[in-house]
């Protein structure tokens, strides 16, 4: 909207949810969109197609479904963004989706962050989405050694540990088993196929 001092901007681009040019270019590629998006607790992965009316949710999975497989650990770390991904590649193979253009929306990103964990699990399980190699998290990072370190490290400050782990702790969830739980977690979905 025009007035005689300013033009105001669309409510969505004013607040930051949609950046109209980024989108603009996704869409003229005319092909399915891996949209990942992450909130406070947990990811959401889902395959999109454009549509005039609005836009066609072809796929979605929650970080949430994590839970019905046995993973007790944090929806929102790397690990659980990495077996989202995976959950959500493998389950779009029934629905016949074999590539994708990759949305993350107008977030800025950082290189082996929880929204590359999941584009990981995405194209390990087979899906085509262009991308540079650099951008994806370690293998340390996506299987859960990383959280195991760091736990490691916090331990000489009881009160950081307390604080960063206090949700594991409350729920006698022991940390160390973030790995072997990671395997088991990603064996189950690959044999759900």
């Given at each position: 909207?025009?007035?005689?001092?300013?033009?105001?901007?669309y409510k969505r681009k004013e607040s930051l949810k949609t950046n109209?040019?980024?989108?603009?270019?996704?869409?003229k590629s005319r092909k399915t969109r891996l949209v990942i998006r992450r909130s406070l607790n947990?990811?959401?992965?889902?395959?999109?197609?454009?549509?005039?009316?609005?836009?066609?949710?072809?796929?979605?999975?929650?970080?949430?479904s994590l839970k019905k497989l046995g993973w007790k650990f944090h929806l929102g770390n790397v690990p659980s963004a990495y077996?989202?991904?995976?959950?959500?590649?493998?389950?779009?193979?029934?629905?016949?989706?074999?590539?994708?253009v990759l949305d993350l929306g107008?977030?800025?990103?950082?290189?082996?962050?929880?929204?590359?964990?999941?584009?990981?699990?995405?194209?390990?399980?087979?899906?085509?989405?262009?991308h540079d190699k650099k951008i994806l998290p370690s293998n340390d990072?996506?299987?859960?050694?990383?959280?195991?370190?760091?736990?490691?490290?916090?331990k000489k400050d009881s009160n950081k540990f307390n604080k960063q782990f206090s949700s594991y702790i409350k729920n006698n969830?022991?940390?160390?088993?973030?790995?072997k739980d990671f395997n088991e977690t990603k064996k189950k979905i690959i044999g759900n196929k």
């Open positions: 909207m025009k007035s005689g001092r300013f033009t105001k901007l109209y040019g980024k989108r603009l270019k996704i869409l947990g990811l959401t992965v889902q395959f999109v197609n454009y549509n005039p009316k609005g836009d066609l949710v072809l796929l979605s999975v929650n970080s949430k077996l989202t991904g995976l959950l959500c590649g493998i389950k779009s193979k029934d629905k016949n989706i074999e590539e994708a107008a977030k800025k990103t950082v290189s082996g962050s929880v929204l590359y964990a999941a584009l990981k699990g995405v194209l390990d399980a087979g899906i085509k989405v262009p990072a996506v299987s859960g050694k990383n959280v195991i370190k760091l736990s490691e490290h916090l969830v022991n940390i160390n088993n973030i790995e």
